[in-house]
């Protein structure tokens, strides 16, 4: 993004963990390690969906590309993290900065925002399985997983542009390990009427929606799975939403409590962490261990290294 002429600020310093000096190096390495189980852990489900026919339906292909979004999210954030906490050097250039601030967040509305298909497909699964495969043709499914890119992209542009033409002309140090729309724009000398109310639609499009949008297509299959009367066919419903809820559930709550805690404080930082760290390398654990289609295709994939092993042996 290119300064305006009433910007004097080139860079920013992202204070990150500066003030716990004595754990930045052991923070460091934990960072790195589930930096790398996470991608790992993701591109493992990747290569499960693609390598397995029986995975080759709408519900897996979001999940694979879920696990994308979590991939290119950790990779605009941490490795930048990493490299604050070993080195004396903590600023970052005012366009590296709004890059950054655009790539996570343009990323973390498509996850919102993939997180309200997922919850469409599943409810049209549950509630019409008779027409499921008549209405979700490979052309929907395909519409269905761009849809979030292009919502993201264009919702997040457009706050991106308005908040880099705010006046930057005294401080500039963000209280946190990354560039974010709130503490980039708390530095700002001025906030025009309309830049405020593109800011805050922007922010309602990229989250509020999405989130009420999933709130209501779950509860409506869980009331549709209530009314199921075999308690088999209620019993596999709920095994197959429940790594779906889980996974929706944890990214929303840590998201709202970060919105929670006063700005400022040490702690929104350390839940910083959770939700931008913790949470993707979270993922595909839970849908390996929750889902019954993984688990069988991860013991299938042992059973048959194991076999091949032997024959070679």
Not at 158 to 173: D, Y
Not at 203 to 232: N, Q, R, W
Request: positive net charge; aromatic residues 14%; contains cysteine.
């Amino acid at each position: 993004m290119d300064k305006t002429n009433n910007t004097a600020v080139e860079e920013f310093i992202l204070l990150a963990f500066s003030d716990l000096y004595q754990l930045q190096i052991p923070l460091f390495f934990v960072t790195l390690l589930v930096f790398i189980m996470c991608v790992f852990g993701n591109f493992a489900i990747i290569f499960l969906v693609v390598a397995e026919p029986s995975l080759h339906t709408p519900m897996y292909l979001f999940i694979s590309e879920l696990s994308v979004l979590e991939i290119m999210y950790v990779s605009c954030i941490v490795p930048n993290l990493l490299a604050n906490l070993i080195a004396d050097q903590k600023s970052i250039s005012f366009s590296g900065c709004f890059i950054q601030l655009f790539a996570n967040s343009a990323l973390g509305t498509a996850e919102c925002y993939l997180f309200a298909v997922m919850a469409f497909d599943r409810d049209l699964a549950i509630n019409k399985p008779l027409h499921y495969s008549v209405i979700m043709t490979q052309k929907v499914c395909v519409q269905l997983a761009v849809l979030p890119w292009i919502v993201g992209i264009i919702t997040v542009l457009i706050s991106t542009v308005f908040t880099a033409k705010l006046e930057f002309c005294g401080p500039n140090e963000i209280n946190n390990f990354f560039c974010d729309f709130p503490p980039v724009q708390s530095l700002a000398c001025s906030r025009p009427f309309i830049t405020e109310v593109v800011i805050i639609s922007g922010a309602i499009f990229a989250a509020v929606l999405p989130f009420m949008a999933t709130v209501g297509l779950y509860t409506h299959v869980i009331i549709v799975i209530c009314k199921i009367k075999s308690a088999e066919s209620k019993k596999k419903a709920f095994s197959t939403l429940s790594s779906h809820l889980t996974v929706a559930g944890l990214y929303y709550m840590t998201v709202i409590f970060v919105n929670a805690v006063p700005k400022g404080t040490q702690y929104n930082k350390f839940i910083a962490l959770i939700y931008t760290v913790i949470i993707p390398l979270l993922n595909p654990f839970i849908y390996a261990f929750r889902n019954k289609d993984i688990k069988k295709t991860l013991i299938k994939s042992r059973r048959l290294k194991l076999c091949q092993g032997s024959f070679q042996y």
